[in-house]
């Protein structure tokens, strides 16, 4: 069985109609869509299997999805029978929103489709349906038989099955209506391009990104990074470089100060004698058509001593995502969880299904720290009832080196403080990774907040 599910819609290209009625719809869209198309939405295509045997994969698939996997999909489209030798044009929940498109062209070939009563229930749309997706779908009948009204508006014979050869042994290749599974492919290629498919382009657009991240300076010195832009819509453009959000004492230059997208660029941090020693974040900004930022990490230490402080940014996820990596998505808000401090927190695992999700963030730790210590608040909570069994587990990894491991077994009614000695790391860049995994079912939530890691 053949379904599509749009993520919030890929679509392939227009077949010309070659039965009656006009494909100008269709054309349309396809003129509109130019040479080179700008996808806005995300289109996934399936072949269920067991849909005769109770829609046996596609209920897999949908009960495999988290809540917030179901919530990313925007409709899903089923197609099933759509060829029938004798069918009529019927369209699932055809009052439906989901539904417009798809009716919008089969009327533009006046074709008056009706409601998809035979099907309701029967097919793989069902299974998405009863977990609260929009749907819809094309379908020309099966076994129920055509009426003399249907017959008289759409041609055929009344009284005759819409497919007589429906689970029966002549349902071969050869038991094909070329003109219905071309309307149906037709209106299919029109309902996802005109949802996945940008009518205008897409100004030019590119990305930044700097390597290293991060660096430590002692004051009166100097380092280095590369910033490198990509090309990520349209054509290239001139990109000039500026930074933002320097401390006084430190200035930041590039070589050159203006490139092309798709070109790199030297950013020179040098820090002077009076700089102050902490952590800062400091702003790349590339402007051109569109302007684009990135984030660098600056650790400004005396010429004497460690200096350190507190080197961790956005440990208490007030500030957006940056410069935090990975799963990023599991940092916010939601209901359900509540923060250590602030209104952030981030929320790893709790789906209570397979996954894994993790954040990262690299430091640099000054050389000459005696003392540095991993300081985080951690609230866990689980559906898991074993009191001997660690199904899901919260690590605390530096670079490849797993610190501590804590599970189910540590849940607790509220927040717990937890710290970690990384003195062993002085006058290091690390990379901290926190990393929440589950397993199968039932969840457990690691509920992160108040990141530090302070040096002295």
């Given amino acids: 069985m053949f379904g599509a599910h749009l993520d919030g ?21 396809l003129v509109l869509a130019q040479r080179n198309p700008t996808m806005t939405k995300r289109v996934r295509f399936a072949w269920w299997t067991d849909e005769e045997q109770g829609l046996n994969g596609s209920d897999f698939y949908v009960r495999s999805l988290s809540a917030t996997q179901k919530s990313y999909i925007k409709g899903y489209y089923n197609f099933d029978m759509v060829a029938s030798t004798n069918g009529g044009y019927f369209i699932n929940r055809i009052t439906s929103t989901t539904a417009a498109p798809l009716k919008a062209y089969w009327d533009s070939l006046n074709l008056q489709p009706e409601e998809n009563v035979e099907g309701q229930g029967r097919s793989d749309d069902y299974s998405f349906q009863q977990a ?3 749907t819809s779908g094309y379908a020309m009948g099966a076994g129920a038989r055509k009426t003399t009204a249907q017959a008289t508006k759409w041609g055929g014979t009344a009284n005759s099955s819409y497919d007589p050869c ?3 042994a002549c349902d071969t290749t050869s038991n094909i209506n070329a003109t219905g599974l071309n309307r149906s492919a037709d209106g299919v290629a029109y309902a996802i391009w005109n949802l996945a498919v940008a009518a205008t382009p897409v100004p030019d657009d590119f990305s930044m990104a700097v390597s290293p991240a991060s660096g430590s300076v002692q004051q009166g010195q100097s380092t280095t990074t590369t910033v490198s832009t990509a090309i990520t819509n349209g054509s ?3 990109v000039a470089l500026s930074a933002t959000g320097a401390p006084s004492g430190v200035t930041v230059t590039f070589t050159p100060a203006s490139v ?4 790199s660029s030297t950013a020179t941090l040098s820090v002077g004698s009076t700089a102050t020693p902490g952590t800062y974040q400091i702003t790349i900004v590339g402007t051109g058509v569109v302007t684009r930022t ?7 230490t005396g010429t004497g001593g460690c200096n350190g402080g507190q080197l961790i940014v956005n440990g208490g996820f007030e500030n957006g995502t940056s410069p935090w990596t990975g799963t990023t998505g599991a940092i916010g808000s939601p209901a359900g969880q509540t923060p250590h401090s602030g209104t952030r927190f981030a929320w790893l695992s709790g789906n209570g299904s397979s996954s894994t999700e993790t954040l990262n963030q690299t430091v640099t730790i000054p050389a000459g720290c005696t003392s540095v210590t991993l300081r985080y608040w951690l609230h866990i909570d689980t559906a898991e009832t074993t009191q001997v069994t660690q199904y899901d587990k919260f690590t605390v990894k530096v ?3 797993v610190l501590t491991t804590l599970s189910n077994l540590n849940a607790a009614a509220g927040y717990v ?10 006058g290091q860049q690390i990379t901290l990774t926190f990393t929440g995994t589950e397993d199968y079912s039932l969840q457990t939530s690691f509920v992160l907040d108040d990141v530090t890691i302070q040096a002295g």
Avoid: C
């Avoid at 290209?13 to 070659?18: L, S, Y």
């Fill in 236 to 238: 290239a453009q001139s």
């Fill in 260 to 263: 092309q997208s798709g070109q």
């Fill in 294 to 300: 990135t984030t660098y990490t600056l650790t400004v």
């Fill in 9 to 29: 819609v890929s679509a392939g290209p227009g077949i010309n109609d070659n039965g009656s009625g006009s494909a100008t719809l269709l054309e349309n869209a």
């Fill in 417 to 426: 403080e937890r710290s970690l000695n990384l003195g062993s790391y002085a």
């Fill in 399 to 401: 670079n490849n080196t």
């Fill in 132 to 134: 609260g997706i929009p």
């Fill in 166 to 168: 429906y689970h029966r």
